[in-house]
């Protein structure tokens, strides 16, 4: 009531407070790996989807892709000074923590066989980030390279789930029940590879 008298709409202030909580979740998430932020965007689609101010989606793609970049790239320098430091850092052994060794050997391969362009697909597939970033430190990829590499993964990765938000928020006429769905496939999608290995190692 007071927002409507002041002239401020309550879908002027869901923006005014949701972009910066995106912007800022989505850079801690890069930053420390354990916060979905593949949900946090698709959420935020499907919210964008039922507002009526213009440009809604194009925003939430914006701060979302700019967001992980920025993350990417400080948690790059960062593991770039720990590689340089006697004693390491505590965030190039988190980095190491979530490489597996066989991961990080794949990611190798591909690094030496396609370059810069494996950080695109390491972005869309999950878990793939982490193995193929510490794969470009111990190649001691400069700092630009590696940022002129994770402008597209960073584009591609914020179309991608925003894609999971829309389709799913358009199902339904609720925003929750969108939200529900675009959480719901983002945690399959994030689970579905892990399974699978565990599935074909115990065929194997």
Not at 126 to 141: H, N, Q, S, T
């Amino acid at each position: 009531m007071l927002a409507s008298v002041a002239g401020v709409t309550p879908e002027s202030t869901q923006q005014a407070v949701g972009y910066p909580t995106l912007f800022l979740l989505v850079a801690v998430g890069a930053l420390v790996p354990v916060v979905p932020t593949g949900a946090l965007v698709s959420s935020a689609a499907v919210v964008a989807i039922h507002q009526t101010a213009p440009f809604s989606l194009l925003i939430v793609f914006g701060v979302a892709a700019f967001a992980a970049f920025l993350g990417d790239v400080s948690l790059y320098w960062l593991g770039r000074r720990g590689m340089r430091s006697k004693n390491g850092s505590r965030w190039l052994e988190a980095i190491r923590d979530r490489a597996p060794e066989e991961r990080l050997t794949q990611a190798q391969e591909k690094l030496a066989d396609h370059g810069v362009m494996v950080l695109v697909l390491s972005r869309l597939v999950p878990a793939g980030r982490i193995p193929v970033m510490l794969a470009c430190l111990m190649a001691k990829m400069p700092l630009r390279q590696f940022a002129r590499g994770d402008v597209p993964a960073c584009l591609a990765w914020a179309v991608t789930y925003q894609l999971i938000g829309i389709l799913g928020g358009s199902l339904f006429k609720e925003p929750w029940e969108g939200v529900a769905v675009a959480v719901a496939l983002t945690v399959v999608i994030s689970v579905a590879p892990a399974l699978w290995r565990k599935v074909r190692h115990a065929l194997a």
